[in-house]
């Protein structure tokens, strides 16, 4: 019996790890606000495989746009998924926000459990609903996790 449990964590824990590695980190997430530059978004995110797909513009404003295992419409709507999580960032040309979009529950799990383990208040002191999740540390942005609907359905938003 013990083996079988050591079977199914050893599992779990690989599958979480596998669901993470193609997916920006929240920690490479946080260097390209802090900085606000594209040349950052472009270094960090370019050599773990993402690709620019250029400003898309819409009612809120401005964003450079970087895909990885997906594709992009000429509107900037997902298209075309790939291979492994599919994941979309946004930097706002303002350099106020930064958004990470991913397309399936298990990749949100992780992201938030790297928010957890960075030593964040996961939504205990500031107010938080069902779609919501407003994550806070001292000195740290704001990191807010929102569940949405199609064609984006879960978001990493970063903050000041």
Not at 13 to 30: C, H, K, N, P, R
Not at 53 to 81: C, I, Q, R, Y
Not at 93 to 105: A, I, L, P, S
Request: hydrophobic share 40%; with cysteine.
């Amino acid at each position: 019996m013990k083996k079988i449990l050591s079977l199914i964590a050893a599992l779990l824990i690989t599958v979480g790890m596998q669901a993470q590695s193609d997916v920006v980190t929240v920690a490479d997430a946080i260097r390209i606000f802090q900085t606000k530059t594209l040349y950052t978004g472009r270094q960090v995110l370019e050599k773990q495989g993402y690709r620019y797909k250029g400003l898309s513009s819409d009612e809120f404003g401005k964003d450079h746009n970087w895909v990885k295992n997906m594709d992009l419409t000429k509107d900037f709507v997902p298209t075309a998924m790939g291979r492994g999580n599919s994941s979309m960032v946004l930097l706002a040309q303002d350099g106020k926000t930064v958004y990470v979009y991913v397309f399936n529950r298990t990749a949100f799990a992780g992201l938030q459990a790297q928010v957890k383990a960075m030593g964040y208040d996961m939504g205990r002191a500031v107010k938080a609903d069902k779609g919501t999740l407003i994550c806070t540390k001292d000195n740290q942005p704001t990191i807010t996790f929102l569940t949405l609907q199609q064609p984006l359905p879960y978001c990493m938003q970063i903050t000041e």
